[in-house]
């Protein structure tokens, strides 16, 4: 049975839901579905959305959002913090190793073919230490509760993890349409993200800066899948909204296109994906990027965040050494968990995994929102078979991992309050310290009984508070 993080077995609400149960019990369910749709409307006014690839048809599409907040008492948030502020700290400790001595592979860690057959290494960082040290400056460590209510790491998003306008924006919706929850629990607030976002990045500004450090965000333009995100950041921390177009290489900087002529930059914190940043060192054919960007940022002349090359930490199959990467980086056994993992690149394994596909979510080492994924209990028997033959055709591309019993919240449903499956992704924000923010983006499964979050197959969000216990 999955963990339920409101109710516990006997019907018991969990203490950190207790005052929202007896407010819950004296509102008006219509009153409360008229809420959810005047949500809907603020967000469809705002412009909150999000594009879904290989559709034609309703590419823009809105986030269903519910109302019911996912609650975490200060006693839970504490080991989860910890555990991810020692994660965070080994992942930048990995990749300034990978790129300079490799002593994580040269110890028997890591295998060597890792690093040197993954796409997402880049030769071009070799020998390079960025701004402070820091390669991953914005990470959202995506954690899974089960069992009894443990949570586990199910992946690492160390190269531009998005979703944090949403976490925002939940939060400011919920505060407009029932303050009176907020005067009756201590919330821990998420809204001041951008503040913390700016000073963050300030503070890994290259030696050139003088005086205040001049930031901008990349981005690839308007149609892609978190351009609202995009812009909606660069707004809230005050700093230009900029595309490849608007920015060139001048005097050992780069600079951008202002009414008062070309400005340098600081911090570029970019959302443009490695291959498409520069097109003098990466794919010649980009028109999103900048020309000889890479050179003035190994020059010292400005920082990207996050670093290019960070996406090898995103790969699954790193991602199945990372308890030992904990322990070789800190000395100390990693306090979150890692989700078992299959490494189908292993003959054993592979074997493993197609005699029970069936039972195990398959997913691309380099995969990202739900696509290019198997969830073997809701599969065909023809999807598994066609899956199958991909998999042994490229075994290296693919993890297998075991289906979760993801724990459960409640959602705002007809009937009144229904356990649906959810994931947790906090955010974290790396300069000269580690900034965690309290709670994250919650992303909930819509559908009775699904265990897919992600919003591109239906799933949706929830604000996720942190109690001050």
Not at 13 to 42: H, I, N
Not at 59 to 74: M, N, Q, Y
Not at 266 to 288: E, I, K
């Amino acid at each position: 049975m999955p963990f339920d993080e409101m109710l516990v077995d006997n019907g018991t609400v969990r203490a950190p839901y207790t005052r929202f149960q007896r407010w819950f019990e004296q509102q008006d369910p219509q009153a409360l579905a008229s809420k959810a749709g005047e949500a809907e409307g603020f967000f469809r006014r705002t412009g909150i959305t999000f594009n879904v690839y290989g559709q034609q048809e309703a590419a823009e599409r809105l986030i269903p959002f519910d109302l019911v907040p996912r609650i975490i008492s200060g006693a839970e948030w504490a080991p989860l913090a910890e555990g991810i502020e020692q994660r965070v700290n080994a992942l930048n400790a990995f990749l300034h190793d990978i790129y300079h001595d490799q002593e994580v592979v040269r110890a028997g860690v890591v295998p060597a073919s890792l690093i040197e057959r993954n796409a997402a290494y880049l030769p071009q960082m070799e020998g390079f230490s960025p701004p402070g040290g820091v390669y991953t400056h914005i990470i959202g460590v995506d954690l899974v509760r089960t069992g009894e209510g443990q949570f586990y790491v199910l992946e690492d998003n160390a190269r531009t993890p998005s979703g944090v306008s949403y976490m925002i924006e939940n939060r400011e919706t919920m505060m407009q349409m029932f303050p009176e929850l907020f005067a009756q629990n201590r919330v821990r607030p998420v809204e001041n993200y951008p503040r913390h976002l700016r000073h963050s990045l300030s503070r890994v500004a290259p030696s050139a800066c003088g005086g205040t450090p001049r930031i901008a965000v990349l981005t690839p333009g308007i149609h892609n899948s978190a351009y609202y995100e995009h812009a909606f950041l660069a707004d809230q921390m005050g700093v230009e909204l900029v595309e490849g177009s608007d920015l060139k290489k001048i005097d050992g900087r780069i600079a951008m296109r202002t009414t008062q002529g070309y400005l340098p930059i600081d911090v570029l914190y970019r959302r443009v994906d490695d291959a498409f940043l520069d097109p003098l060192a990466f794919n010649p054919d980009s028109l999103l990027g900048v020309p000889g960007i890479m050179e003035v940022y190994r020059n010292g002349g400005i920082t990207i965040a996050n670093a290019p090359g960070t996406g090898i930490a995103d790969d699954k199959a790193i991602y199945s050494y990372m308890p030992e990467i904990v322990r070789f980086y800190t000395g100390r056994d990693a306090i979150l968990e890692n989700v078992p993992t299959h490494r189908c690149a292993e003959p054993d394994t592979l074997a493993y995994v197609l005699e029970n596909l069936a039972e195990l979510v398959v997913k691309e080492v380099h995969g990202s929102g739900g696509y290019g994924m198997l969830v073997g209990p809701a599969a065909s028997r023809e999807e598994r078979e066609t899956f199958a033959a991909k998999l042994r055709a490229n075994p290296h591309n693919y993890i297998a991992q075991p289906t979760l019993a993801l724990s459960t919240v409640p959602i705002l449903a007809e009937a009144g309050l229904a356990p649906r499956h959810v994931d947790l992704r906090p955010f974290v924000l790396v300069s000269d310290k580690v900034k965690i923010i309290p709670g994250g983006l919650t992303r909930v499964a819509l559908k009775e009984g699904s265990l897919v979050v992600n919003s591109s197959q239906g799933g949706g969000t929830k604000d996720t508070w942190v109690l001050e216990d």
